[in-house]
């Protein structure tokens, strides 16, 4: 298989510009066959990142664009490889010939992902912050980027980097006072592997502690729409969503299976489920969807209890008040405020700390509820103090290292030999090596060299 890769970078459809990269070895001259300057430079001599006008061929060598393109040479690229970019115009076929003419010239098809694999491969980022590229391109709302932002800047790698390299100081200390019986080196104690411990556990603990942010920040928030059919639940989430994902008739039960669709609201990524009501029935279809809606509710963090403010409460109403008080935490939105008002507020404002009057349908005071929602899950800045795991293996691997490190910290206290308590600390470097990508032997073999000088 062909080293030399390419791509179509930008999104498929048309667009402003389009861009086609290449990564591997000869890239430059790959994307030279397709693009011509209009000057006498080759792409071949230009200094890096030196942008070229000229014009794009397809295979057979016909002009088919005019665009600008740029090479970066090894090791100063994305990948770390010889990469080439051409810039046409955003047209899928002007695209797909040049793409065409790339893979003629020798290039074969990127699979997904492959840029960013051998740019961890080149070691240009490590594992968390190729994860933080995908996680960035797929933010949905402002703080989820910076998040990730900070990440791809090597923040967790960071955070993670000071529990790693003082568990690496206290291995390799051990290692080298064992192996170089004759060097002069300092003996190895146990408060040294104490403080490291220590440290480590905090630090792991702390990180652990932030999943249910890093999660709510990537994942969104689980939230249901509740409230009896026709109260406007399919409009609010319409409303929120920005489009009509849900249909809205005047005819009770329309939303026979829940309806879910993402949103950003005051800044905080909510799931939204929109329920099908919760009125028993005979109808077989609107049964399953009531159950759905009873599992969705219970599943949900945050309840949207919609109840319809030109209309006195039925029992469907107060069955869903009830369920809606058993959530972790709800806001009650009185609908229909373009209507008459029916509802004793007042009294539901007692039941509901954040409550609000809206239309759904022309969408009157629906802005109240962005404050409240960021009031109940604050999206954070995103900063770089606090940097927050945000996936399931980096949660595990962070658990197993934190685990190793309580193990290894009972050891010291029951008075274990040093070399048995290092075994876990070894697990545990194994750990938050898997985490970031680290080859840890080789760490710990290098350390030794470079901090106790042996062998000189
Ligand atoms: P659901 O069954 O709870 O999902 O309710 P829908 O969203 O399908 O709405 C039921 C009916 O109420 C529809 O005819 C909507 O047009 C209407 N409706 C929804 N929101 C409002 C509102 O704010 N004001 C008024 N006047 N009607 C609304």
């Excluded at 402003?16 to 591997?24: E, K, N």
């Excluded at 934190?402 to 600390?425: F, H, I, T, Y």
Aim: glycine share 10%.
């Amino acid at each position: 298989m062909s080293q030399l890769i390419a791509a179509v970078a930008t999104p498929p459809g048309t667009g402003g510009v389009g861009i086609l990269r290449l990564s591997g070895p000869g890239a430059a001259e790959t994307a030279a066959r397709v693009f011509r300057p209009v000057g006498k430079t080759p792409l071949t001599q230009v200094p890096d990142r030196q942008m070229l006008y000229g014009t794009v061929q397809d295979r057979e060598g016909r002009t088919i664009d005019t665009g600008l393109a740029f090479v970066s040479r090894a090791p100063h690229s994305y990948t770390g490889e010889e990469t080439a970019e051409i810039q046409c115009h955003g047209s899928p076929m002007v695209l797909s010939l040049a793409l065409e003419a790339l893979f003629a010239a020798g290039a074969r098809q990127a699979l997904p992902g492959e840029f960013t694999k051998r740019a961890f491969l080149n070691g240009k980022l490590d594992l968390t912050q190729a994860e933080a590229v995908i996680d960035l391109i797929d933010a949905e709302t402002p703080a989820a980027a910076r998040q990730a932002a900070s990440r791809l800047g090597g923040a967790l790698s960071r955070t993670i980097g000071r529990v790693y390299h003082g568990l690496v100081d206290v291995t390799a200390h051990f290692h080298a006072v064992l192996d170089y019986p004759d060097e002069d080196i300092d003996p190895f104690r146990a408060e040294t592997i104490a403080a490291a411990l220590e440290t480590g556990l905090e630090e792991t603990s702390r990180l652990l502690a932030t999943y249910d942010r890093g999660r709510q920040l990537t994942f969104g928030v689980p939230c249901a729409i509740l409230g009896r059919p026709n109260v406007g639940k399919s409009s609010l989430l319409n409303a929120l969503v920005g489009y009509d994902r849900a249909i809205v008739t005047q005819i009770p039960g329309t939303t026979r299976d829940t309806i879910e669709a993402r949103a950003s609201v005051g800044g905080v990524l909510l799931n939204l489920t929109d329920t099908a009501g919760l009125r028993e029935t005979g109808d077989e279809a609107e049964r399953l969807g009531v159950a759905r809606s009873r599992a969705a509710a219970a599943e949900a963090r945050l309840v949207l209890l919609v109840l319809d403010g030109g209309a006195a409460l039925t029992q469907e109403d107060r069955e869903a008040i009830a369920l809606a008080q058993e959530a972790p935490a709800c806001i009650c939105l009185v609908n229909k405020s373009d209507l008459p008002p029916v509802l004793d507020v007042e009294a539901l404002r007692g039941q509901f700390p954040h409550l609000c009057t809206v239309s759904a349908q022309n969408g009157e005071g629906l802005e109240q509820l962005g404050p409240m929602v960021a009031a109940l899950f604050p999206p954070g800045t995103g900063s770089e103090g606090e940097t927050l795991l945000t996936n399931a293996r980096q949660v595990e691997a962070v658990s197993r290292a934190r685990e190793s490190l309580e193990r290894a910290g009972e050891g010291l206290r029951q008075g274990m030999p040093p070399d048995l308590l290092l075994s876990d600390v070894e697990e545990a470097l194994e750990a938050l090596g898997e985490l970031t990508g680290r080859a840890v032997r080789e760490d710990i073999t290098s350390r030794i060299f470079e901090r106790f000088c042996v062998g000189k």
